[in-house]
């Protein structure tokens, strides 16, 4: 089942996300490897340098394991996020073929 992982930056998260960004990317590319993701990237900041939060689409067996996952990325735990939201995600765009 996809969910939808909607994360908050902190205030200033740049040099934090820069610092842990190979991690995070890693695991993304792990998911990608399995076909399990969907999407994955951030909310440019509009008024300055940086960023304001990430969006990760991708496939877990449950909720449980999605926010599991979640809670687990590199950016949680260096401090980047203030907030995590995992909810499920029902894809109807592009269709699945």
Do not use: C
């Amino acid at each position: 089942m996809l969910f939808a992982i909607i994360s908050q930056d902190v205030e200033n998260s740049l040099p934090a996300r820069m610092e842990a960004r190979p991690a995070h990317i890693e695991r993304l590319k792990a998911l990608d490897a399995q076909n399990r993701l969907t999407l994955a990237g951030p909310h440019p900041h509009t008024l300055e340098e940086g960023f304001t939060g990430s969006l990760v689409v991708a496939d877990f067996a449950d909720l449980a394991t999605a926010q599991e996952w979640a809670s687990k990325d590199p950016y949680v735990a260096a401090g980047v996020y203030s907030q995590v939201t995992v909810k499920p995600f029902k894809q109807v765009f592009p269709t699945q073929g």
